[in-house]
C-alpha cells in the first residue's frame, strides 16, 4: 500500500538534472509531492490530481500517470538549495483523504 | 501568517513514562493531522482530525496512543505507556479543508526513549 520511491538516494553536481519516480499497486486520485531536509519540516511542492496532468513551478515539475499508477518529479538544473529528502504521497482512488508517504528520495547536490 | 506550532522541540523519557505532544495549527484550517516519523522513512498518519471529529485513526495504537482535538483548534497527542520503539519525530500538519490540499507541517517534536 505504501508507494514506492526510486532512486533511494542520488548524488548530483549542481546544474545536472534528477528524476525521481513513485509508483503505487493501487489505483490513485493523487499523488503529493514534499521535499525536506535535515531536521526541518517537510515542504510542500506540488499535488497532481487523477486526470495525467502535468504541474510544475520553476525548475521542478512533475508527471502523473494514472494508467500505469506512477508519478515522477523532475528538477532540472539542479541547484545547491534542492538537497533534501524528496516524499511522494498518494491518495487512493476510494478518496478516503489518507495520504500514504512513500520512504523518501535522498538527493544531495555537490556544489 | 503564523505557521504550524508544536512543542515541546525535543523530550527524553524513560520506558513506560507517559508524555504528551501539543500542536497548535494554521488559523482557519479544520483538518489537522498527526504523523509519526522514524528516522529514514516517510511520515506514516497516526490521526487525521476534521474540525473536532476523528475522520481517521486506524493507525493510532489506541492501546497507548490517545489525542484530542478540543474546540476544533489546538490538538495535544498523548503516549502511555511509552516504548522503546515509540522513538521518533512526532509531526503536526494542517489544511484548509479535507481533500488533496497542501499540508503545512509544524517543525515536529522529536521523542526519544530510552
Known amino acids: 500500500q505504501q508507494p514506492v520511491q526510486s532512486p533511494q538516494a542520488v548524488i548530483l553536481r549542481e546544474g545536472e538534472d534528477a528524476v525521481i519516480n513513485c509508483s503505487s499497486s493501487?489505483?490513485?486520485?493523487?499523488v503529493h509531492w514534499y521535499r525536506q531536509k535535515h531536521g526541518e519540516a517537510p515542504i510542500f511542492l506540488m499535488i497532481l490530481l487523477k486526470g495525467g496532468e502535468q504541474k510544475g513551478h520553476d525548475k521542478i515539475s512533475a508527471s502523473f500517470n494514472e494508467k500505469k499508477q506512477q508519478s515522477s518529479l523532475y528538477l532540472t538544473a539542479s541547484q545547491l538549495s534542492y538537497s533534501g529528502t524528496y516524499f511522494c504521497g498518494t491518495e487512493r482512488l476510494n478518496r478516503d483523504d489518507k495520504i500514504i508517504f512513500g520512504k523518501g528520495t535522498r538527493l544531495h547536490i555537490l556544489p | 501568517e503564523a505557521g504550524v506550532a508544536q512543542s515541546p522541540r525535543y523530550k527524553i523519557i524513560e520506558k513506560r513514562q507517559s508524555v504528551a505532544f501539543w500542536c497548535n495549527p494554521i488559523?482557519?484550517?479544520?483538518?489537522l493531522y498527526w504523523y509519526q516519523q522514524i528516522l529514514g522513512q516517510g511520515p506514516k498518519l497516526l490521526i487525521q482530525f476534521q474540525n473536532n471529529g476523528v475522520v481517521d485513526d486506524s493507525q493510532l495504537p489506541k492501546d497507548r496512543f490517545s489525542a484530542e482535538r478540543l474546540k476544533g483548534v489546538d490538538s495535544t497527542l498523548k503516549i502511555q505507556p511509552a516504548k522503546l520503539e515509540d522513538s521518533a519525530v512526532y509531526l503536526c500538519a494542517s489544511s484548509s479543508q479535507r481533500g488533496p490540499y497542501e499540508q503545512y507541517f509544524g517543525p515536529g517534536t522529536r521523542l526519544t526513549v530510552t
Open positions: 493501487k489505483a490513485l486520485y493523487s
Open positions: 488559523s482557519g484550517h479544520a483538518t
